[in-house]
């Protein structure tokens, strides 16, 4: 499973091939040079085993480092203004979310606003669900069943 930043098999062997078709270009142009030159006879090659993994991670560190360079370039993503604007506007969000005043305590035998509105809002919200709370739940036990009942057919 290939993890956040890694390159894909198909991103290394690609790598892999440039390398190769950059050595092959290196090796043409020296033996262009020594074509040039007929006294001296180019030297005989040697055929060695070509190992992938140096190869790779030196691609790997490469590109790792071209994307750090990007990642660190002079011309930012976003203008300096855009930035500042939705700085600004984040931090008058985070002002709204925060209470403008704590909650004051009141003392037993005083009345709040909050506990008028809870007092009268406790018998209806009885009422309502008297009227309401059990038809919901049967619906959503008949919907359990059914779905019991039809995973099992």
Do not use: C, F, Y
């Not at 390398?19 to 006879?41: F, G, H, M």
């Amino acid at each position: 499973m290939r993890q956040a930043g890694e390159p894909s098999v198909e991103e290394i062997l690609e790598s892999i091939k440039k390398v190769i078709a950059r050595d092959n270009r290196v090796e043409a142009a020296q033996s262009r040079t020594l074509r040039t030159s007929p006294a001296e006879a180019p030297p005989p090659r040697v055929h060695e085993v070509l190992d992938l993994t140096e190869i790779a991670s030196q691609i790997l560190s490469e590109d790792q480092d071209a994307a750090v360079a990007d990642a660190q370039g002079d011309s930012p993503l976003l203008p300096e203004t855009t930035t500042a604007s939705m700085r600004d506007s984040l931090a008058a969000l985070a002002m709204l979310s925060e209470p403008g005043a704590a909650p004051q305590i009141v003392r037993s035998g005083e009345t709040s606003l909050e506990g008028l509105v809870r007092e009268m809002l406790r018998p209806m919200l009885a009422d309502w669900l008297d009227r309401n709370l059990p038809p919901m739940v049967e619906k959503m036990v008949a919907g359990e069943i059914a779905r019991i009942v039809g995973k099992k057919s």
